[in-house]
């Protein structure tokens, strides 16, 4: 399907780890740097973010580099298109690790959209995942400014959010109908490697590898799959080409 919207990558940090912290049982020992991206979608009557990334980016020469594109902070990324985080009408996340909901507070105005699941981890996470925190988003909690989701839902005309629990329980990969098709916002944290692996892969038969960090290996395997099949326009959520590109789907 097409539509009017277009999804505008913008920076709002990076992470340097291991590789197979992305793709699973692949890359060990190779360092990475994946950048941290907010999505903001044009084309609606609202203004909308998925994700708002981490409060304070570090911004370097190096990790630019890695990246091939340039570091924001929330305020200064949002100005590029014009905005404030005042403006910010609707924000859709994807999960609530902290690097995707740290300027949530910011966007005073906004409604949030989020899984049940993922509002259950953030107040109760298993010791295994310390990439959680309540303070991020405690905030727009206690202002009433969070709408639970319990199952797949239309949020605006060409917008719609599907629970793919791959990376965490309550996992939301955001499908938007641009101009040039169906763009998948995915709800787990993935390169483009993961949908589409180096011959070495395929020749194990495996279609996709799955995320680095999973709630099930096997279940996330299946749940990349049906994503591939879904989309047009494929966005991993941390893929670093993104960094140096100023509009998808248009």
């Not at 499908?175 to 993961?194: H, Q, R, S, Y």
Request: glycine share 8%; net charge negative.
């Amino acid at each position: 399907m097409t539509g009017s919207l277009t999804i505008h990558p913008i920076v709002l940090g990076t992470k340097v780890f291991d590789k197979s912290m992305m793709t699973y049982q692949h890359g060990q020992g190779q360092t990475y740097t994946i950048p941290i991206y907010a999505w903001l979608i044009k084309g609606s009557d609202q203004t909308i973010l998925v994700d708002t990334g981490e409060m304070h980016p570090i911004q370097s020469e190096d990790r630019e580099a890695a990246i091939k594109g340039k570091i924001y902070t929330f305020e200064d990324g949002l100005a590029r298109h014009g905005l404030t985080p005042k403006d910010i009408d609707i924000v859709i996340h994807t999960h609530l690790h902290t690097d995707h909901c740290e300027n949530d507070y910011k966007c005073e105005n906004a409604r949030f959209f989020v899984h049940e699941k993922e509002l259950e981890a953030v107040h109760n996470p298993h010791p295994l995942d310390y990439r959680y925190l309540e303070d991020y988003i405690e905030d727009v909690e206690d202002n009433g400014q969070i709408q639970v989701l319990t199952a797949d839902t239309d949020i605006v005309p060409g917008i719609r959010m599907i629970h793919t629990p791959a990376h965490t329980s309550g996992g939301m990969t955001v499908l938007v109908d641009t101009p040039k098709g169906k763009a998948a916002i995915t709800g787990f944290c993935i390169i483009d490697e993961n949908m589409d692996p180096p011959p070495e892969i395929l020749g194990m038969e495996m279609a996709v590898i799955p995320p680095g960090t999973h709630v099930d290996v096997y279940e996330a395997y299946n749940i990349l799959e049906t994503v591939k099949k879904q989309a047009d326009i494929l966005i991993p959520l941390h893929e670093p080409r993104f960094a140096a590109i100023d509009v998808i789907g248009a």
